[in-house]
């Protein structure tokens, strides 16, 4: 460490590559790291002319030190990198030059995501994931740009779509998706017509992306696609939006033969409008949420969830029947849902519950009870201490008992 600080202060362009080779120790890596950046251009030249004798972990490490200092040498170091035969290597190129957003890297991102895409293995994954990142970083706005990089960068997207394989068409989705230009809406819904599923539901998310906090048309698409999940991510998507022509749409997919959907459709609702400033159509909403509790445990479990956030006190007085179901995941939210808004009388009800055949259930009621200082359950929670066996409902239950008391 003293050696590494020693010969940074000594600022010797010869001192780079054994302080970039010091840095393979763990404690060492990150104030390796820093010297050689305090070091700069003249530690960037210096690496680039020891690359042909540098290992793969050497150059992986000076990739890192590359991308975190920009500069010319580093930069065509990474461009080079970006071809090298070694996955690991490739991988750290890339991920170099989305963080350093070196735009030169633009047409090598995409051309090696399209190769890179038609591999199947592990390291594979790994590149395209470090490849769609580094073209998030290099093409998305920033503030003060022209666009013109932006526009460069879709327009190579676009002009290897036809062709791609599925991997690199999701990879593709999720670009744009995070670049967010309206203008590409129309390349993005053309996604949605994708033989890919995968595909379909990323397109429905840039999509949401691309006119945040609006019903956008081609969103409907979605909404009878084949897929369960593209269904589900519309639900979603039409969930986050400010507009109440949504509605329809999502009452449709609350319907849905799917619970999956259902579940998202009734989330989405009841969070979208269980707090309307219309009085009407929040009952109407917490009405919907009250039907959804009798569908299959998902689809409840997600109606429950909703009530205990908008429901309030109705909501509270809705999930009371959820107490007799015989899935303990419902029966918990439930009691979550009543400890959060419910009266006396409802909280009165969970008492029985401290002897609930599953521990969960019994934990969380003793915590609500506890939360809502009800000194009246306090001889129902001291018979059950006698009986418990479980140690971790036994702490909750002596936490509560001193919560109680004082």
């Given amino acids: 460490l003293v050696l590494i600080q020693f010969l940074g202060l000594l600022r010797a362009e010869e001192a780079a590559v054994p302080i970039l080779l010091a840095g393979r120790d763990e404690a060492l890596a990150q104030v390796a790291l820093a010297t050689l950046e305090d070091l700069g251009e003249m530690a960037q030249r210096a690496v680039d002319a020891a690359w042909p004798q540098l290992d793969t972990q050497a150059r992986r490490d000076a990739c890192v030190f590359f991308g975190s200092t920009g500069g010319e040498p580093g930069a065509a170091r990474l461009l080079a990198a970006l071809e090298d035969p070694e996955p690991e290597l490739r991988i750290a190129a890339a991920r170099s030059i989305g963080r350093c957003r070196l735009t030169e890297g633009l047409a090598l991102l995409v051309h090696r995501l399209g190769n890179v895409a038609s591999e199947v293995d592990f390291e594979s994954e790994d590149e395209v994931l470090a490849l769609t990142e580094a073209l998030i970083s290099v093409a998305q706005p920033r503030v003060g740009d022209d666009g013109r990089v932006t526009e460069q960068a879709v327009e190579l997207l676009r002009s290897h779509l036809e062709g791609a394989v599925e991997t690199a068409r999701l990879a593709i989705a999720k670009v744009l998706g995070c670049i967010g230009r309206r203008e590409d809406t129309q390349l993005v819904t053309f996604l949605l017509k994708d033989p890919s599923a995968l595909v379909r539901r990323a397109a429905v998310d840039a999509l949401a992306r691309l006119e945040p906090g609006t019903a956008a048309e081609p969103l409907r698409l979605a909404l ?14 039409l969930g986050s939006s400010a507009s109440d022509a949504v509605i329809e749409d ?25 707090s309307a400033e219309d009085e009407e159509r929040r009952r109407a909403t ?22 205990g956030e908008v429901g309030g006190e109705d909501g509270a007085g809705c999930v009371v029947a959820l107490l007799e179901r015989s899935e303990p995941e419902l029966v918990r939210e439930a009691v979550t849902c009543i400890g959060r808004h419910g009266k006396p009388e409802e909280l009165d009800m969970l008492v029985p519950l401290v002897s609930h055949t599953d521990w969960s259930v019994r934990a969380e009621v003793i915590q609500v009870v506890a939360d809502r200082g009800m000194v009246r359950a306090v001889p129902s929670i001291l018979r059950r201490l006698e009986t418990e066996l479980d140690e971790f409902v036994r702490d909750v239950i002596l936490r509560a008992l001193k919560r109680l008391d004082a």
Avoid at 224 to 237: F, H, N, S
Avoid at 287 to 303: G, I, K, N, P, Y
Wanted: net charge negative; glycine share 4%; no cysteine.
């Fill in 224 to 237: 009878a696609d084949e897929a369960a999940t593209v269904r589900i991510a519309a639900a979603v998507a």
């Fill in 250 to 274: 999502l009452q449709r997919l609350a319907e849905d033969d799917d619970p999956r959907v259902r579940a998202a459709a009734v989330s989405a609702l009841g969070r979208r409008f269980g």
């Fill in 286 to 307: 917490i009405r919907m949420l009250e039907e959804a509790l009798a569908d299959e445990v998902l689809v409840a479990l997600a109606a429950v969830e909703t009530l």
